[in-house]
């Protein structure tokens, strides 16, 4: 190592304790989904009687995926690419994968949080009108006609997004600890705060019985479907933020002392009890709507997601007593949510280009940051966009996270036999001990869950066009989607790096050493009592 390239070197920027690093975990795993996904699931799932499939999926498949990408992450100090690489140099590709399915997941998500941020605005004043529906599908997004991609913007949409960008963006600029860690630690108590205000007051509505009843009633015959388990295991996942590089990137911004188990933990349980909160205030709100229209709450629920949002929703705010306190608090907690998982799937780009070129944090803000916004408004605040949303959404979740982290199990536990040294990292300072239990599921049980998960996606998909869209549509933004993201991701895990950082100190942890600069010896910071033992240039 030159001179010149030791002076290059700093300490990795990381949380400051370990209660940021939970309080951002959360607020990347606490998304839309958690709002908007879990009641419809666990209503289609049997209700009450979901709560064994989906506590059956948190414990078994879950928290030992959690832990996974915790234990990467944290012994190997990077991001997903560089971290994957450091445990087995053909990995890295799988890092990339996951980089990239980041990058689709940005594009599309930024437009949900701008309408979210336009729905907030417009609870004041009920400003959807007396038809919910027509207002968002025709007088807002001016729902293309024809399904496919469009070049005639809407105006009102751009510029909400061109303002989701700029704070997103500002966000990341100012760093791990000052930006995502103070964001998450002020956003997600304040979402706990609005979410729990909303459901005391859904309570009090006429019919808020009859949602919770059709909400929390068992039907137990529902547990003899696999494909109400297999759902389960989804809805935990997706949730969780797992198996597409999140978690991996902020566990390497972690102390190495940090109890990583008991910090899952209370992250995987959190996130369970916001999508219990989630379920009880959206199914009283349903349970006034219905009770409103003389029907049942599973002909008012329709299938959730954007609908349940941004239609059913609006249609309940405006019959409510206190209909706009309701409207107000359930938009800002869309997109408080929301803001905080987009910043959590950007970072994950951003540390990869960081560790792959050797740029500043600013510097890789900006270059990751200006390209995907200007993507992500081209497309999305078209009149064609939520068809493209919907196509890009359904393939990247079926095909794409669930692919990239079921091949990476596979290959971490047969190809690289790296699981003991995992486990061993990870037992070494945690509170809950692995031992054989947890190599035993990731090795096994959720491989085996979402090579099933991906065969139902398949043959679903494959027996008629996804939501009877044209072939086109699907080829490009679908299959073709699907097919092009891991062959660009084997491209840039071969790219050459710059000459400032060489193969081999992309590939494994250095020690913790400098080269004075007027000495020309090596000396170890850890012995300077002025600088942290565990940072890692």
Same mark, same amino acid.
């Given at each position: 190592m030159s001179s010149t390239e030791a002076t290059e070197v700093k300490p990795k920027?990381?949380?400051?304790?370990?209660?940021?690093?939970?309080?951002?975990?959360?607020?990347?795993? @606490?998304?839309?989904?958690?709002?908007?996904?879990? !009641?419809?699931?666990?209503?289609?799932?049997?209700?009450?009687?979901?709560?064994?499939?989906?506590?059956?999926?948190?414990?078994?498949?879950?928290?030992?995926?959690?832990? &996974?990408?915790?234990?990467?992450?944290?012994?190997?100090?990077?991001?997903? !690419? %560089?971290?994957?690489?450091?445990?087995?140099?053909?990995?890295?590709?799988?890092?990339?994968?996951?980089?990239?399915?980041?990058?689709?997941?940005?594009?599309?998500?930024?437009?949900?949080?701008a309408w979210a941020s336009k729905y907030a605005v417009l609870s004041f004043s009920k400003g959807w009108g007396e038809d919910p529906e027509t207002y968002f599908?025709?007088?807002? &997004?001016?729902?293309?006609?024809?399904?496919?991609? $469009?070049?005639?913007?809407?105006?009102?949409? $751009?510029?909400?997004?061109?303002?989701v960008w700029?704070?997103?963006?500002?966000?990341?600029? %100012?760093?791990?600890?000052?930006?995502?860690?103070?964001?998450?630690? @002020?956003?997600?108590?304040? %979402?706990?705060?609005?979410?729990? @205000?909303l459901v005391i007051q859904a309570l009090t509505l006429d019919g808020a019985m009859e949602g919770l009843n059709a909400f929390f009633t068992p039907d137990w015959g529902a547990l003899t479907d696999g494909a109400v388990w297999i759902s389960a295991v989804g809805q935990i996942f997706f949730s969780l933020s797992v198996g597409f590089g999140i978690m991996i990137?902020?566990?390497?911004?972690?102390?190495?002392?940090?109890?990583? $188990?008991?910090?899952?933990? @209370?992250?995987?349980?959190?996130?369970?009890?916001?999508? &219990?909160?989630?379920?009880?205030?959206?199914?009283?709100?349903?349970?006034?709507?219905? $009770?409103?229209?003389?029907?049942?709450?599973?002909?008012v629920l329709g299938s959730g997601g954007i609908g349940l949002a941004f239609i059913a929703f609006p249609t309940i705010i405006n019959e409510a007593p206190g209909g706009v306190i309701i409207g107000v608090l359930f938009f800002v907690s869309l997109l408080l949510a929301g803001i905080t998982s987009l910043i959590s799937i950007v970072e994950v780009i951003i540390g990869a280009v960081r560790d792959k070129v050797g740029i500043s944090r600013l510097a890789a803000t900006f270059v990751v940051g200006v390209p995907i916004a200007v993507v992500s408004i081209l497309m999305f605040s078209t009149t064609g966009g939520l068809y493209v949303l919907d196509t890009m959404d359904a393939f990247v979740n079926s095909f794409g996270i669930i692919a990239v982290a079921a091949v990476m199990m596979l290959a971490v536990t047969y190809v690289f036999r790296k699981l003991p040294v995992l486990r061993e990292h990870l037992d070494a300072r945690s509170s809950v001990k692995l031992k054989g239990w947890w190599p035993a599921l990731v090795a096994v049980v959720v491989p085996i &869950?979402?090579?099933?998960?991906?065969?139902q996606a398949l043959r679903d998909k494959l027996a008629a066009p996804y939501e009877g869209y044209p072939a086109d549509l699907l080829n490009v933004f679908g299959w073709g989607m699907v097919i092009a993201l891991p062959i660009i991701a084997i491209v840039l895990s071969s790219a050459t790096? !710059?000459?400032?950082?060489?193969?081999?100190?992309?590939?494994? !942890?250095?020690?913790?050493?400098?080269?004075s600069v007027a000495t020309g010896k090596i000396r170890n910071p850890a012995k300077n009592r002025n600088v942290k033992a565990d940072a890692v240039p």
């Open positions: 920027e990381g949380f400051s304790s370990r209660k940021v690093f939970i309080f951002a975990a959360i607020g990347s795993a @606490v998304g839309l989904g958690n709002i908007w996904r879990f !009641p419809y699931v666990a209503y289609e799932g049997g209700g009450g009687a979901f709560i064994i499939p989906y506590l059956c999926a948190l414990l078994f498949a879950g928290i030992p995926l959690l832990y &996974l990408d915790y234990a990467i992450g944290h012994r190997y100090r990077g991001s997903a !690419p %560089l971290s994957l690489r450091r445990l087995g140099r053909g990995a890295e590709w799988l890092g990339w994968w996951m980089v990239l399915i980041c990058v689709i997941i940005a594009i599309y998500y930024a437009s949900i949080l599908m025709h007088d807002y &997004l001016h729902r293309a006609k024809v399904p496919g991609p $469009t070049m005639d913007f809407v105006p009102e949409i $751009t510029w909400t997004m061109v303002i700029v704070v997103t963006i500002g966000v990341l600029a %100012l760093g791990v600890q000052t930006g995502i860690g103070r964001t998450a630690v @002020v956003f997600i108590p304040v %979402l706990v705060l609005a979410f729990i @205000v990137t902020y566990a390497s911004y972690v102390g190495r002392k940090t109890d990583m $188990t008991g910090s899952g933990a @209370v992250v995987a349980f959190s996130n369970s009890g916001f999508e &219990l909160l989630a379920g009880i205030g959206v199914f009283a709100a349903l349970g006034f709507m219905a $009770t409103t229209a003389g029907t049942s709450v599973g002909e &869950l979402l090579i099933v998960m991906l065969w790096r !710059p000459s400032g950082l060489s193969a081999a100190s992309f590939a494994r !942890p250095k020690p913790n050493r400098q080269i």
